[in-house]
């Protein structure tokens, strides 16, 4: 991405659509500023970031821009913190996943409790809740922070639940001791209990339509979680109703994408006979993306004692180039009851998919389109379901910057404007590499549902 560098009297360089020279009219005085331009929206001049520079001064180089037709967009640098600080929380979280899963592993099932609709949860959810929860408040001040999250602490506040409330507390004080290496602070004492459940209710915004708040599922896939397989911690910024900010910690996304398919568990054994090479299978990553800015990334996870430097030897991801069918992988929820398996067969099938399903649990499917690991992601879950915001904001920014589409199966952007639940979605979810997959796709689900029975 070129850095142009401009001051007050000197012409504004071609590829910001600058015409003229910009005179010291619109400014207070010798000003300098510096355009960070983006070519990567197609045939449009996307500034986004100037520094040091007069907002009146930016209004008119933004009208300047429209006037010749030049899509133009500043972004002065808007939700920097916040991207930095929700990275960097998601890398620890992802530490402390790792810790969890592979404490469970090892030790009985007696650690994953059921919740009131039979679904999993562990001390990983709750910790990480509780990690995120903290870290955001810290970081920003608690009365800016405002967090829809997946746990509450109902099932730890039993009489009967002491030992696991000990054990949650334990883990999130372990995490956050480790805050620095992360850039971050830490409390400067040990947590309490109180302090713990707090951070973990202090989550219970309702989201809706006005003004900003954070969307967090702390363990993403937590069946696959406690089945040592993928799983992902998911951190997003939604403002006005809109995704701003999407962080992915998908720690068990292997180097290459051909172990994707591979049971995680049995690699985990296999490990332990073969030591992993540099390019080990296990690595693991943070994938990331502001919106607007047409770019997503990923930094490597955080290893044991590694210091985290900005960027984290970060670098770019992008959807894959392939349209046609019959060369594309398309990519599902693992559990048949959390999507309906035969019909997006019937669905590939009918668009010339011809690979097997690439079956993946949570939102790690959002970061293998985004890495252009596969192209087609499909869930429709059974009529009735109602789908969660956690679920998908922060994959639906990661998968439109790098490039892809995600929309309902009507075509239209996903609602996340009212409350917890993507309300009014149309059949499923369907995200693509692109505009022309994409298209095929909507048009064969038009053509296969009035004979299915979801
Ligand atoms: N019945 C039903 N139908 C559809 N979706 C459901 C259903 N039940 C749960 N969920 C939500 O699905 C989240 C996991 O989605 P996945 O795509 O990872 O599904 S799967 O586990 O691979 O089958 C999962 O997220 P987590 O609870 O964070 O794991 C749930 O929010
Ligand atoms: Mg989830
Ligand atoms: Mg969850
Ligand atoms: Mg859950």
């Known amino acids: 991405m070129p850095l142009y560098c401009s001051s007050v009297g000197t012409k504004i360089p071609h590829i910001l659509g600058g015409r003229r020279r910009y005179t010291g009219n619109h400014v207070e005085s010798n000003f300098s500023c510096f355009f960070l331009a983006s070519k990567t929206l197609k045939n449009s001049h996307h500034i986004v970031s100037v520094s040091k520079l007069n907002q009146n001064w930016v209004s008119s180089i933004m009208e300047e821009q429209k006037s010749i037709g030049l899509s133009a ?40 409790q059921s919740k009131t609709d039979n679904s999993p949860v562990t001390i990983a959810d709750w910790g990480v809740q509780a990690t995120v929860s ?13 967090i829809v999250a997946e746990e509450d602490v109902q099932t730890l506040s039993k009489a009967n639940s002491a030992g696991l409330l000990e054990a949650v507390v334990r883990t999130v ?23 713990v459940l707090e951070a973990i209710s202090r989550c219970n915004s309702n989201g809706g ?58 690699h985990r054994i296999i490990s332990k006979l073969m030591p992993p090479t540099s390019e080990s299978w296990d690595k693991g990553c943070v994938i990331y993306a502001k919106k607007g800015s047409g770019e997503a990334w990923m930094q490597p996870l955080l290893h044991k004692s590694e210091v985290l430097v900005w960027p ?42 011809r690979k097997q399903p690439l079956r993946l649990y949570s939102m790690v499917k959002y970061a293998a389109i985004a890495r252009g690991d596969a192209e087609i992601f499909m ?6 379901y109602k789908e969660k915001i956690w679920d998908h904001a922060a994959g639906v920014v990661i998968i439109q910057e790098a490039g892809g589409v ?16 993507i309300e009014g979605l149309d059949r499923g979810i369907i995200a693509s590499a692109g505009a022309k997959l994409h298209d095929k796709i909507i048009k064969a689900v038009d053509a296969s549902w009035g004979s299915s029975c979801l």
């Open 379 to 384: 869930k429709f879950a059974r009529s009735g």
């Open 406 to 421: 995600v929309t309902d199966a009507g075509g239209r952007p996903l609602d996340f404007s009212k409350g917890i639940y």
């Open 209 to 266: 339509p006005n003004g900003r708040f954070w969307a967090l599922d702390p363990v993403d896939g937590t069946l696959g979680f406690v089945r040592g397989d993928q799983y992902a911690v998911a951190l997003a910024l939604i403002e006005d109703g809109e995704p701003v900010i999407g962080v992915l910690g998908c720690p068990n996304y292997p180097l290459r994408k051909e172990w994707l398919s591979y049971h995680h568990r049995y």
């Open 134 to 146: 903290w870290i955001l408040s810290e970081a920003l001040g608690s009365i800016n922070v405002s």
């Open 173 to 195: 004080n372990e995490c956050l001791a480790e805050a620095p290496r992360f850039g971050l602070k830490g409390p400067s004492s040990v947590l309490g209990t109180s302090e």
């Open 312 to 353: 984290n030897a970060a670098r770019p991801v992008q959807v894959s180039s392939i349209d046609n069918p019959a060369l594309a992988t398309f990519c599902e929820p693992v559990e048949k009851a959390n999507s309906s398996h035969s019909f997006t067969a019937g669905l590939a099938h009918s668009v010339g998919v």
């Open 73 to 112: 967009s500043l972004d002065s640098d808007k939700y920097s913190k916040e991207l930095d600080i929700a990275v960097r929380a998601v890398q620890m979280a992802c530490s402390l996943c790792q810790k969890v899963q592979d404490g469970l592993i090892s030790k009985t099932q007696s650690q994953v």
